[in-house]
Each structure stands twice: as structure tokens, then as C-alpha cells.
């Protein structure tokens, strides 16, 4: 794990980001750079941390603080370190991030074909709430997922 560093994402880092999460997601819901822009730069409370190795960005979590409740706006890995507990640690760090801010519930929507996240995500304790119809083109459904990270 030594070779791997956390750090804070800057807004230099989104065409990199950009790059990462075309690989990472399907065309039709694939962010794009001014997305990125608008989740960087917009003035509310955020987590938004980027895993490196030698340097270079091999994945992400941006999430947003709304008081109580932070929404992950995305999470990636490259397919190549993927299952190395990567995903794990940003979001272990994101939570104690999210912690000190005095958020009580971590929340985030997940395409229900997106299997390997979903486990990832119970794996990590947070547990399927809802379902919202259609909500990623071309109608698939979301489930809504949280965590109760507070006392
Ligand atoms: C979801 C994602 C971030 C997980 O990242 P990762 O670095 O591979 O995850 P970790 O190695 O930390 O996995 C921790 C545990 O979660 C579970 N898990 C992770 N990926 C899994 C998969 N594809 N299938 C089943 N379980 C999985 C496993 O229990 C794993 O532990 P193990 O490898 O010891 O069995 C990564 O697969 C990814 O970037 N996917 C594409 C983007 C995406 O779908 N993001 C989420 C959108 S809501």
C-alpha cells in the first residue's frame, strides 16, 4: 500500500478525470469535463480525493456535503487495480473526512446492473433503501444506497 498516496483532487486533475471515468463508466453516463468543473469548483462543503501511484491519478471519490447527508458523486478505479483494496481506502477516507465535517448519512445511487459495486458497497456497510425507476439512460433503474456514519 506504500506506493499508493491519498490526496486532495485539484481542479488540474479533470482531464485526467475525465480520462479515468470514460474508462470507468458506460458512454451514456460517463461525466464530462464540465461536470467535473461544476463538482470541483462548486462552493459547498466536499470530499474530493484522488488515490496515486508514481504520481498519476489511478482513481477518485468526489462527494458533496448537503449539512447532515453527503451524496457520493462518483467513485473510480482503473480496471487494473481494481480488487486491491483501493476503493476500500477512499472510501474508508472519505468517511472519516465526512465524520469530522458532522455528517450523519453517506448516500449514493448505483445503476442496479452494476453488481461488483453494489457488493463493494454492502461490503462497506450501506444497505439498499430504494429503487428510482429510469434514472440512467437508457432506462435503467438506480438504487439508492446509505450509510449511518454518526454517534
Ligand atoms: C466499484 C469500484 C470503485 C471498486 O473499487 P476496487 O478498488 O476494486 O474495490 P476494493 O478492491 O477496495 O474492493 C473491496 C471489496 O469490495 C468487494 N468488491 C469490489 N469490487 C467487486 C466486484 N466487482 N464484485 C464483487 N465484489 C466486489 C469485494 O468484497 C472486495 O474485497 P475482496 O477483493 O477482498 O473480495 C471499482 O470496481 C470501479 O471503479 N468500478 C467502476 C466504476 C463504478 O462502478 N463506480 C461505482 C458507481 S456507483
Do not use: H, W
Not at 452494476?114 to 437508457?138: T, W
Amino acid at each position: 500500500m506504500d506506493k499508493y498516496k491519498i490526496r486532495d483532487l485539484k481542479t488540474d486533475d479533470i482531464e485526467r478525470l475525465v480520462e479515468i471515468d470514460k474508462i470507468c463508466f458506460p458512454d451514456e453516463i460517463v461525466f464530462d469535463k464540465d461536470f467535473f468543473e461544476y463538482l470541483l469548483t462548486d462552493p459547498r462543503e466536499k470530499v474530493a480525493i484522488a488515490i496515486t501511484e508514481n504520481e498519476k491519478i489511478i482513481g477518485f471519490i468526489i462527494t458533496i456535503v448537503f449539512e447532515e447527508i453527503a451524496e457520493i458523486a462518483t467513485i473510480d478505479v482503473l480496471p487494473e487495480f481494481r480488487r486491491k483494496g483501493l476503493g476500500k481506502l477512499l472510501m474508508e477516507e472519505t468517511e472519516k473526512r465526512l465524520k469530522n465535517k458532522e455528517v450523519q448519512i453517506i448516500l449514493l445511487q448505483v445503476a442496479e446492473n452494476n453488481s461488483g459495486a453494489i457488493e463493494f458497497y454492502e461490503n462497506l456497510g450501506y444497505i439498499k433503501v430504494e429503487k428510482i425507476p429510469d434514472y440512467y439512460p437508457p432506462n435503467i433503474s438506480a438504487f439508492v444506497m446509505i450509510k449511518e456514519v454518526g454517534a
